[in-house]
């Protein structure tokens, strides 16, 4: 078992005794005043993290569940999907397996595509929905999605559906500030909290095009969420112990503040860049792949020749840091400085890779 601080994993992140102290309490009905009471309090500080005066739905699943919901309620036809890497490409498949029509826009790794490329393929015409990831957690690059969000809203009844699993609760995010139709997130990345929980929030739009669409399945139909949220409650049997743990992260994160919470996760950006150049200068054989103006808060991403070796290496010194994803799954790994790590313990986790790396 690893020693607290020291899983530097890009998700699922670590999670702090106190929050998992906080599924020990005894579970409640569903449909009782308590659990109203409590999903009235989530839901007051979800709308925070996810800038939006609106619901912000709870799942009981995956992020992706909560992108396929974005998908199934919120496309019709044709769909533009913008991939800046692994997950970019899981949404644009997703929308595939749904029986849409997806026209991707790929960017270079470590870069994103480029607003011109956007602007060109929506007059290019028929999209009914833009799919795009804010923070690619597959290579640490992170995206402008307030001017994408502008670049959709002048296409013709086209929605905008952003993937911010791993920056909400570590980047700032904002369903209404990025003219958004859908921002889904997850339970285990920048809210460190465990896996299991899901959440979508959607605006007006996005409710009108959803009572137009057939075959929105019964899970995931964003329509029943939207009901069931009138009355404070799931539509379903909610994972009600990871409600408390994020009852508890949701007053935690209160106490903080989202601006202090979103400034750490930028010094740790900070610190594992300026310690990634100086190592590279010193020839120790890691470079950046993200590019400095999409560097993302919450995860970088290292190239090497050497991925499995310093993986295990790092194991041995009791530190669990991430692998490479698509399309630089063999020559990249990935440190996840995200949720409640502190630059303390960055830093620290640096110290040990540098050494690591010397003797490699």
Same mark, same amino acid.
């Given at each position: ?110 870069? *994103? +595509? /480029?607003?011109? @490329?956007?602007?060109? %393929? &929506?007059?290019? !015409?028929?999209?009914? =929905? ?30 905008f559906l952003v993937d911010a699993v791993s920056s909400a609760g570590g980047v700032p995010v904002g369903l ?6 859908? *921002? +889904? /997130?997850?339970? @285990?990345?920048?809210? %460190? &909290?465990?896996? !299991?929980?899901?959440? =979508? ?42 409600l408390f743990a994020l009852d508890r992260q949701m007053a935690d994160i209160e106490v903080e503040t989202l601006?202090?919470?979103? %400034? ?76 409640d790590h502190t630059v303390v313990g960055v830093e620290s986790m640096l110290d040990v890779l540098e050494r ?5």
């Open positions: 078992m690893l020693e607290a601080g020291r899983f530097f994993v890009p998700g699922p992140t670590e999670v702090r005794p106190e929050v998992l102290d906080a599924m020990r309490r005894p579970v409640i009905f569903h449909r009782s005043p308590a659990m109203e009471e409590l999903m009235r309090r989530v839901s007051g500080g979800l709308g925070k993290v996810f800038g939006t005066r609106r619901t912000v739905h709870v799942i009981t699943g995956s992020g992706t569940a909560a992108m396929e919901a974005a998908v199934l309620s919120g496309t019709v036809r044709r769909v533009l999907s913008i991939v800046h890497g692994d997950f970019g490409e899981r949404f644009a498949r997703m929308a595939e397996a749904c029986g849409r029509t997806v026209v991707r826009l790929t960017s270079n790794p470590g870069d *994103v +595509v /480029s607003l011109d @490329q956007v602007r060109d %393929a &929506l007059r290019s !015409g028929g999209f009914d =929905a833009v799919t795009a990831t804010h923070n690619e957690t597959a290579l640490g690059v992170v995206a402008d999605m307030r001017a994408l969000g502008a670049l959709v809203r002048e296409a013709s009844d086209c929605l209404d500030d990025w003219g958004a139709d859908a *921002v +889904v /997130s997850a339970s @285990q990345k920048a809210l %460190a &909290l465990p896996p !299991g929980l899901a959440f =979508a929030a959607v605006s007006a739009r996005f409710v009108d095009r959803a009572k137009s669409v057939k075959n929105r399945g019964t899970y995931l139909d964003v329509l029943r969420y939207e009901e069931f949220a009138g009355k404070a409650q799931s539509p379903t049997t909610p994972a009600v112990s990871l601006d202090s919470r979103f %400034a750490r996760h930028v010094a740790m950006r900070d610190v594992c860049t300026a310690w990634v150049q100086r190592a590279e200068a010193a020839a120790l054989g890691v470079s950046l792949v993200a590019r400095p103006e999409h560097r993302s808060p919450t995860v970088t991403c290292i190239r090497t020749n050497d991925r499995d070796a310093i993986l295990q290496r790092m194991r041995e010194q009791g530190y669990e840091l991430g692998g490479g994803q698509a399309p630089l799954a063999k020559n990249t790994f990935r440190i996840g400085h995200m949720g690591v790396l010397r003797t490699i």
